[in-house]
């Protein structure tokens, strides 16, 4: 009896649902690992380029080759010479990181802790004196509108601020001992992540090889196309964000400085991170500094302060991210929307940070597969193999 195709079908999809099904909870079962080797691998492509950049040449042959002509030194052609060698780089960079961590905890973490709990004893004092600002404010708005005060009672209770100041207070200790703890498990699991990075950079290359090798030599060329498709879009959106993130931290922790504002490093780490979320993470990023300021009570102050960085945030995205970021995604704004929308329904958090770039590589290759085009030339990132 011959089965119909409908009915094979239906098969088909029932079996394809239960193996991802299954492959689901597989993917539960090893989370923790998966993420860890999946963050390795990042961090691993985010600083192949410095390596590749390394073991290729210090001075790029061309770029000396310039300079020669507009009139410098014959003898600059030697400085060509100076490279170095893949697995010495990549110890030089992880050993950089790993310093540069270090030196970050042994700094910063003394004047992050302080901070917090600065500020988990100046959240409830800002409570309590909430209802006296607020009557205040009330009876501005009722002068200046030429209204009762009755007309504007709709403000919650002085009862009801001072039960939310001591809720505050008793929440706000644990809090930070929940959060201390979950950044020393996040130290050993960084410096887990950063071996596992650094093994996966000493092998990249041969990885990249075995890959390539599995594929018909006929799809090479596609392949690498692709491998450039991606290394412009995912690998140069993230590069760029965390230069962007890098920049915003300094800038908001030398303006607050500069205002003598309160919990300067711990706002600045926020919203040094906070950018990091497409759309939402620059308002957030504008508005915490000087609301710190403006809980104090320096208005003048906090509206300098605002004013300041809404210019300075005007440079970093008209003038400094379209140099770093370049041609990153591509996406139209509607897509660009749909995907962290999509993404945030999916995976949460890591969906706001990696919506855009997954997206931006997924919308060009589909155009590199629905428009053929020439073999580019070999990526000057070394990002499929090594082309010497």
Excluded: K
Aim: aromatic fraction near 12%; include cysteine; glycine fraction near 8%.
């Amino acid at each position: 009896m011959r089965v119909p195709r409908w009915a094979l079908f239906l098969i088909s999809l029932a079996a394809l649902i239960y193996i991802a099904e299954r492959l689901w909870q597989l993917f539960h079962l090893f989370g923790d690992l998966i993420r860890m080797l999946a963050l390795a691998w990042l961090l691993a492509y985010i600083f192949h380029p410095v390596v590749a950049w390394l073991d290729r040449g210090l001075f790029p042959e061309p770029w000396l080759e310039g300079w020669v002509r507009r009139g410098a030194p014959p003898w600059l052609r030697h400085l060509a010479r100076l490279r170095v060698p893949y697995v010495f780089g990549a110890t030089l960079v992880y050993t950089g990181l790993l310093l540069g961590f270090i030196g970050a905890l042994l700094i910063g973490l003394p004047l992050m802790v302080h901070q917090a709990l600065a500020l988990a004893a100046f959240l409830p004092a800002q409570l309590e004196r909430a209802p006296e600002r607020l009557l205040e404010l009330q009876r501005a708005l009722a002068g200046r509108l030429n209204l009762p005060m009755d007309a504007l009672a709709i403000l919650p209770s002085r009862e009801t601020w001072q039960d939310l100041a001591r809720r505050g207070a008793g929440w706000a200790f644990p809090i930070l001992v929940e959060t201390a703890r979950r950044i020393g498990g996040g130290v050993v699991e960084f410096l887990l992540i950063l071996a596992l990075s650094y093994y996966t950079m000493l092998d990249w290359r041969n990885l990249s090889r075995r890959a390539l090798s599995l594929i018909p030599p006929a799809y090479h060329d596609e392949i690498r196309a692709a491998a450039q498709i991606l290394d412009r879009t995912f690998g140069g959106f993230l590069r760029g964000q965390l230069l962007i993130a890098l920049i915003n931290g300094l800038v908001t922790y030398l303006t607050m400085v500069a205002f003598r504002a309160p919990f300067a490093g711990l706002v600045a780490l926020f919203c040094g991170l906070i950018i990091l979320i497409p759309i939402l993470g620059a308002p957030i990023a504008l508005w915490v500094p000087p609301l710190t300021v403006w809980l104090q009570g320096q208005w003048w102050a906090g509206l300098w302060m605002g004013l300041i960085l809404a210019l300075y945030q005007q440079v970093l995205f008209h003038l400094l991210a379209p140099r770093l970021l370049g041609e990153a995604t591509g996406l139209p704004p509607l897509l660009t929307l749909i995907a962290v929308l999509v993404g945030v329904r999916l995976f949460g958090f890591w969906g706001f940070v990696f919506a855009i770039p997954v997206a931006g590589a997924g919308y060009s290759l589909v155009f590199l597969l629905l428009a053929p085009r020439t073999a580019p030339a070999a990526s000057p990132s070394d990002s499929i193999e090594e082309h010497r």
